[in-house]
């Protein structure tokens, strides 16, 4: 059974960069046909795709964000991880992680997804 | 910017039947997924490829398309039915999500 976790500060400050990690258990990283991505849900709102980073390396942003993020992996921990720069309080949400198993294919496994509030 | 559109509310009366739609330009060509989110827990994949259930969802879920427009639909709905649904589309690589409906299960 594939698990994903979240982790990284709950809390950071308007024009620094949030930074996340989700760790996978139960699977690989680098396991052929398999895309991790990061998604976000503002409070009471909708969900927000980020982008992906693929089982060997390549990734895809959403376009509205694609000026802000970076998304890597590190198969030697089994993680990959999202950077998030020159935040502002709309970019407050409950950040997810999510495994999709293949190109077109839905998210299949999600992480309970962590909470980063911006704000001085 | 791809929009998949959504109606913000469905109430349903328990055991009886609810429809839930989610329309957008050339969904047709598209494949279709939906989600269930029930308060302070992430989301769930409950259909994929337009009609197909993921090992363990239950029957009473089942997913059609017509054209443009995707439908979800609820059959018996149950007590533990009661969360926002998302449906989810790819468009150039992109993946985009409906605003969610709140279903109610009155």
């Known amino acids: 059974q594939v698990q994903l976790q979240e982790s990284g500060p709950g809390l950071v400050k308007p024009s620094e960069t949030l930074s996340l990690t989700c760790t996978v258990s139960?699977?690989?990283?680098?396991?052929?046909?398999?895309?991790w991505s990061w998604i976000r849900q503002p409070p009471g709102k909708g969900l927000e795709w980020i982008g992906y980073i693929s089982y060997s390396g390549n990734t895809n942003y959403n376009p509205s964000l694609e000026s802000r993020v970076t998304i890597s992996v590190d198969a030697s921990t089994n993680q990959f991880s999202l950077k998030l720069n020159s935040v502002t309080a709309a970019d407050t949400a409950v950040y997810y992680c999510?495994?999709?198993?293949?190109?077109?294919?839905?998210?299949?496994?999600w992480g309970q997804g962590t909470l980063v509030t911006v704000s001085s | 910017s791809y929009e998949l559109t959504q109606p913000p509310s469905v109430s349903v009366s328990p055991g009886q039947t609810a429809s839930i739609t989610c329309s957008a330009d050339?969904?047709?060509?598209?494949?279709v997924c939906w989600y269930h989110q029930k308060p302070g827990q992430s989301p769930v994949l409950i259909l994929y490829q337009d009609n197909k259930r993921p090992s363990g969802i239950p029957e009473r879920f089942s997913g059609s398309k017509s054209g443009n427009t995707a439908i979800l639909t609820i059959s018996g709905t149950q007590a533990m039915d009661e969360a926002d649904y998302y449906c989810q589309a790819w468009d150039r690589r992109t993946a985009f999500f409906g605003s969610g409906t709140k279903v109610t299960v009155l």
């Open positions: 050339k969904l047709d060509n598209k494949y």
């Open positions: 139960g699977g690989s990283v680098s396991s052929v046909g398999y895309y």
């Open positions: 999510a495994r999709r198993a293949g190109l077109l294919s839905p998210f299949d496994y």
